[in-house]
């Protein structure tokens, strides 16, 4: 189940204003193909945009196991009313 959101923090954000354009435009069409298809990209190239993306996915999927977590225990809270 995915709730159709995710966050981007404000830590991410100071991060990314460091990139150049080429560089923010990169690594937001990765978190996009992450979040939609769940694919990582390999910045093996540039050191700087692996590990902003390993952070902001981390984020993201730490995110989403929480969403899951909560749903599941209104699930199972409900089950006992």
Known sequence: MNKGT???YDIDLESITY???MQIAKLF???IKYRLKGETTNFSDDAALKILFHQITEHISLNEKKYKATCEKRTQA????
């Open 6 to 8: 995710f966050i981007l």
């Open 19 to 21: 990139l150049n354009d």
């Open 29 to 31: 069409r990765a978190i």
């Open 78 to 81: 409900a089950k006992k009313r």
